[in-house]
Structure formats: C-alpha cells, structure tokens
C-alpha cells in the first residue's frame, strides 16, 4: 500500500509523519485500525503525568524499529488527537511497522 492511500501518514523530507487517535487507559498497547484520517493506537498507560504519551513514543519506537529520541511529538500532548515525527523512517518501513 502506498503512503498516498494512508491519510494518516505523510512523507517530510526524510522522515515520516504519523496522524494518529489515541485511546489511553485501553486493557492493551496496539494500533486499533484507522478512525477518521488518523491511525488509531490504544494504549495500556493512563493520560496521567504524560504516562501516555511516554507509552506512545516507546510503542512506535519498538514497533519502527528506532531509538525513542528519533520519535518526536509535535502537536497533542495532552489531545487524543496527536502528530508525531519519526526522523529517518522511509514511508515503507512505517507503514510495515503499524500495518
């Protein structure tokens, strides 16, 4: 599937861009299918204390493969409704990694 036909998913410069709907408090860590234009992920952690964005980062860290310091959270830290950056992920490997 090409990174056209995954709206949650947009290619900048070398790095991927991820639109993703969050559902902290779940019974488990995993991606949940798509919700709207975002990729939805459920997350064990609770939304306290940043709990579950630190959840996230270290999930899309181990899932693409990459150190926690390449995966950035631009805008929703405290919105379900979050953009993140993982520097130097190919659009392929991202989508591999969450599909």
């Given at each position: 599937?090409?990174?056209?036909?995954?709206?949650?998913?947009?290619?900048?410069?070398?790095?991927?861009?991820?639109?993703l709907?969050?559902?902290?408090?779940?019974?488990?860590?995993?991606?949940?299918?798509?919700?709207g234009?975002?990729?939805?992920?459920?997350?064990?952690?609770?939304?306290?204390?940043?709990?579950?964005?630190d959840?996230?980062?270290?999930?899309?860290?181990?899932r693409?493969?990459?150190?926690?310091?390449?995966?950035?959270?631009?805008?929703?830290?405290?919105?379900?409704?979050?953009?993140?950056?993982?520097?130097?992920?190919?659009?392929e490997a991202?989508?591999?990694?969450?599909?």
């Amino acid at each position: 599937m090409s990174a056209a036909a995954l709206p949650w998913l947009r290619v900048s410069g070398g790095d991927v861009v991820l639109s993703l709907h969050i559902q902290p408090g779940a019974k488990r860590t995993e991606v949940a299918g798509v919700h709207g234009e975002a990729l939805k992920v459920r997350l064990g952690a609770p939304p306290v204390d940043g709990k579950a964005n630190d959840a996230l980062i270290a999930f899309l860290a181990e899932r693409l493969g990459v150190p926690k310091a390449r995966v950035v959270l631009e805008a929703g830290q405290s919105s379900r409704s979050k953009r993140v950056r993982v520097v130097g992920v190919s659009a392929e490997a991202a989508t591999g990694g969450l599909t």
